[in-house]
């Protein structure tokens, strides 16, 4: 039952891809929940959806699991026109002679995901939840968390006023990212096992059609992906994710456009065709980073804040959503049985239902740093079928279990 004494049900701190559709699962039976988020209103309405919406954006892999989330809250098909399908996902290893392509057909699927515009996805979420009744506080700059015997209390400012607000909630949900200022106002600590390595982005323009393939590519001293996203004015592209140690990040980021687009086809090779031209290439740092505690009581961590994961895993936000969706649905359920959605007992069923699929999804990722120094094929088939969030297809899963010490699929000179 709702405390009429509480200003909110629930209150999230950080409005992030996490964080807005962990309010909108909540919402579908929570009335009274505020989002917040130091970010002024006005950059949450500029997010750019231009004519072509991938230029200089980065994508977001979402696996079959994530879009059936969607779909249950209605915003899948908003998403989906503009979302590139993923049907195949070609594996090589630089220097080994098989490669292998894994089709959603085998799997009894029609695709394996889709991969779309990170501002295509944020703003679909941003404009649900501001038709819903998900109360928005922008520009706030929190100052502090109180924990109270059966509730929590969060004090901030907004707009740089003076007057400081003071809300309770029965439930705070922190997703404010990494380095997040709230686990650190609750002296929550993160171990910190970020590699010294980047990533390069940018999208490619290819001589020939995607045919909805994405491409994982191995070496030692680094990894590629191509995701398929929508053809321009018939020019088809992919998106360009290049992880590689930090020198050679350095290195590689002084190139001319021209010299970039030699060596990388020189990485890659020509499975995907010529690599003709690419858009502006971004770097992101790869954090790995893991929250020391996720519960505590009336208080959950999530998102990038419990767990930063190796990003060519293409698996954070999947995994944050798998992770909203079991939150959403215990708290629920305590609630129709009488239980306060803020009871530590309550936050350690949602946690102990979701511990396996974290260390699972995190280990693929972390194993992934391992495969750049192992010369292990089978190892780096079966980890490389998780890279875009595919671990969560049941049946793909079993058929990568039951690949024993064989690779299954089609093995081609590489
Ligand atoms: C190169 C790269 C590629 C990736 N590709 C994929 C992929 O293909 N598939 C996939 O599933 N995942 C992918 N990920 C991971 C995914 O991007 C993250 O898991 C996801 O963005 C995390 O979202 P979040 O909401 O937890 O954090 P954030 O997006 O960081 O959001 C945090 C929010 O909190 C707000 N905030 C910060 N501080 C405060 C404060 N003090 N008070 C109030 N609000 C605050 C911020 O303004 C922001 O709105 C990738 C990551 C990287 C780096």
Not at 289 to 303: D, K, L, P, S
Request: charge should be neutral; glycine fraction near 6%; hydrophobic fraction near 40%.
């Amino acid at each position: 039952m709702k405390d009429k004494s509480r200003d909110y049900d629930i209150i999230i701190i950080g409005a992030g891809l996490v964080g807005l559709s962990a309010s909108l699962l909540m919402s579908r039976k929570i009335e009274n929940i505020l989002v917040l988020d130091n970010k002024r209103e006005d950059s949450f309405h500029s997010l750019p959806e231009s004519e072509d919406p991938y230029q200089g954006v980065k994508s977001i892999a979402l696996s079959l699991s994530s879009t059936k989330i969607f779909e249950a809250l209605g915003i899948w098909k908003d998403i989906k026109k503009d979302a590139a399908i993923i049907e195949n996902v070609h594996v090589s290893s630089k220097g080994d002679v098989g490669s292998v392509v894994l089709s959603a057909s085998e799997i009894g699927e029609e695709v394996l995901g889709h991969n779309v515009a990170n501002t295509i996805l944020y703003n679909s979420l941003y404009r649900k939840v501001k038709s819903a009744k998900i109360d928005f506080q922008y520009d706030s700059n929190l100052e502090g968390i109180s924990c109270k015997k059966d509730h929590v209390e969060i004090c901030f400012r907004v707009n740089n006023k003076v007057e400081k607000k003071i809300l309770s909630a029965d439930l705070l949900i922190v997703t404010d990212g990494l380095n997040s200022k709230s686990s650190g106002l609750l002296g929550i600590d993160s171990e910190d096992h970020s590699p010294l390595q980047e990533a390069i982005f940018t999208n490619i323009f290819l001589s020939k059609p995607t045919l909805n393939t994405a491409y994982q590519r191995f070496s030692k001293d680094g990894h590629m992906a191509l995701l398929p996203i929508p053809v321009l004015n018939n020019d088809h592209r992919s998106e360009f994710i290049w992880v590689l140690p930090k020198n050679l990040s350095d290195e590689y980021s002084k190139l001319s456009d021209k010299e970039f687009l030699r060596v990388s086809q020189q990485f890659f090779g020509y499975r995907a065709g010529n690599f003709k031209k690419l858009d502006k290439r971004l770097r992101f740092p790869i954090y790995r980073q893991q929250a020391t505690e996720q519960i505590r009581h009336n208080i959950v961590i999530m998102g990038n804040s419990a767990h930063s994961i190796y990003p060519i895993a293409a698996q954070g936000f999947n995994l944050s959503l798998r992770d909203a969706q079991k939150l959403s649905s215990v708290i629920i359920n305590s609630r129709e049985c009488g239980k306060s959605i803020g009871s530590f007992e309550v936050l350690q069923d949602y946690l102990s239902e979701q511990v396996f699929d974290q260390s699972l999804t995190a280990g693929f990722g972390d194993n992934l740093k391992s495969a750049f120094a192992k010369d292990n094929p089978l190892a780096r088939f079966v980890r490389s079928v998780s890279l875009l969030g595919f671990d969560s297809i049941p049946s793909l899963r079993k058929a990568v279990i039951n690949l024993g010490v064989g690779v299954r699929g089609n093995s081609k000179p590489g």
